[in-house]
């Protein structure tokens, strides 16, 4: 009996050890599955120092074997309390709700439209000094998919191209028509049916939420309906996202971003569309809001329908994939339950801390600062212009802050944990960014372009 006493520390050690090795082991070899192979070979390096110390700890005779026995197996009760306890959520609408509407007319996308000499181009920039020169500044540049920018390569841009075309088609169906005859479906069996759906067709998360005034433009500024007021007409707004090639959008800024992100607006609008229109072939008005052709703010909807949270790079964060994503919403007067919504703030506390987007931002267009209070919201002000700009010079819509971000890591149980870890503890939150400069480098070299993309 006294010999096994005795040992039992040794045990524990032994275990709590062997775990820790199984665990950086496993977690260099999903590295290389990942091509991170600087964060494998960093992790196998990591390995030594645990072996050696974990040799003496276990195989050396020393006064406070039992104490670190007990520390030990309190940190790992401390680790696995933090991994089954429920994520830190505050719910309810209390929080950053922006006080006016946004006019789409100052969208960079609806200004970049504006031909000289033409009325529209002198209502709005001879109230717009600043926005005139910005936005003269990106039309002397070389611009998007350009040839004579920076990534230019005729696959890739050909694609993306040829993906904004098919958007372009797919705009016409959003006027499909409403039928006159209504099919009666159960709220509850409605809601379960378009969630699973929804994800059925690919996408990756869908939440719903009431669609309030403050999610929609207040004017169109693009498109047939230009300078039209937006009028609130649907009830409830269904928000989803499709998540985005990982390999591609570590080439960012290189062109695969670019064929990546379109992709994701196509596949985005093909999921929209047909949810917009099964609602519609059962009788309730509803909307598809795609790329090119939205009346209202997609992250803010996907914030409130429950998807994520608005990051420092001013796009959702949502708990899996980061801002790995792209978002389509279908608004609609069908019956639905809405999701509660809820804030996560420990998403913002590591973004608060993290800054590395801001840091490898190649236009200099994210703050590193604090918040600031803009419409009634306190968030991170990114200089659109500044990253326009950029876009115009690369020929590409860079994506940089995605790629380098840490919450963009592949969904496998490696990053899992580490997300899972983030959104249920504020010191969590607070240092482990550091964890991923150290393995990824605080500004990561982009990944190379895929060998079937490039031209030779
Ligand atoms: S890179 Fe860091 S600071 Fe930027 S959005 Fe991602 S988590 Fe937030
Ligand atoms: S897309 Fe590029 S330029 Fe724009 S904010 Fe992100 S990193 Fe900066």
């Known amino acids: 009996m006294i010999i096994e006493v005795s040992i039992l520390p040794t045990i524990i050690i032994s275990l709590f050890f062997s775990f ?30 645990i072996i050696i110390v974990g040799y003496f700890a276990i195989f050396k005779d020393f006064n406070f074997k039992t104490i670190l026995a007990i520390v030990l197996i309190l940190l790992a009760a401390i680790i696995l309390y933090y991994l089954i306890k429920k994520p830190i959520k505050v719910v309810g609408y209390s929080h950053n709700i922006p006080q006016n509407r946004i006019d789409e007319h100052d969208v960079i996308f609806a200004r970049m439209r504006l031909k000289p000499n033409t009325d529209d181009w002198n209502n709005y920039y001879s109230t717009h000094r600043y926005e005139e020169e910005q936005d003269n500044k990106a039309r002397s540049m070389a611009g998007l998919l350009s040839k004579s920018s920076l990534y230019y390569n005729p696959l890739t841009y050909n694609t993306a191209n040829t993906n904004f075309d098919i958007i372009e088609y797919l705009q016409k169906a959003i006027k499909h028509p409403v039928s006159d005859k209504k099919i009666e479906i159960d709220q509850q069996k409605l809601t379960e049916y378009i969630k699973n759906w929804t994800k059925y067709l690919g996408a990756h998360s869908v939440g719903i939420t009431e669609l309030r005034d403050y999610h929609l433009y207040s004017y169109r500024g693009r498109g047939e309906d230009k ?41 985005c609008a093909t999921i929209a569309l047909q949810i917009a229109t099964f609602l519609k072939n059962a009788g309730h008005d509803s909307r598809a809001h795609i790329d090119g052709d939205y009346e209202l703010i997609c992250p803010l909807v996907a914030r409130d329908a429950g998807l994520g949270e608005i990051g420092r790079m001013g796009l959702l964060m949502t708990p899996e994939l980061g801002p790995r994503v792209r978002i389509a919403v279908v608004t609609t007067n069908a019956p639905l339950l809405p999701d509660q919504f809820v804030l996560e703030p420990t998403m913002i506390e590591f973004c608060t801390y993290c800054k590395k987007c801001a840091d490898c931002c190649p236009g200099k267009a994210l703050p590193s600062g604090a918040m600031e209070e803009n419409n009634g919201v306190k968030r991170w002000k990114v200089n659109t212009e500044m990253c326009y700009q950029y876009w115009c010079v690369s020929g590409t819509d860079c994506g940089r802050c995605i790629s380098v971000c840490p919450f963009s890591h592949p969904n496998n149980i490696l990053h899992n944990v580490i997300r899972r870890l983030i959104r249920r503890s504020y010191i969590m939150a607070r240092i482990a960014y550091i964890a991923d400069d150290i393995l990824y480098d605080r500004k990561p070299k982009p990944k190379p372009i895929a060998k079937w993309m490039k031209v030779n």
């Open 227 to 267: 300078g039209k007021p937006v009028i609130k007409s649907h009830k409830y707004a269904i928000a989803f996202t499709v998540e985005m090639d990982f390999d591609n959008v570590s080439a960012a800024p290189a062109s695969p971003i670019i064929c990546e992100s379109t992709q994701k607006y196509l596949d």
């Open 20 to 49: 820790l090795i199984i665990i950086f082991a496993v977690s260099s070899i999903i590295s290389y599955f990942e091509h991170e192979a600087k964060a494998a070979n960093k992790l196998l390096i990591l390995l030594i120092p």
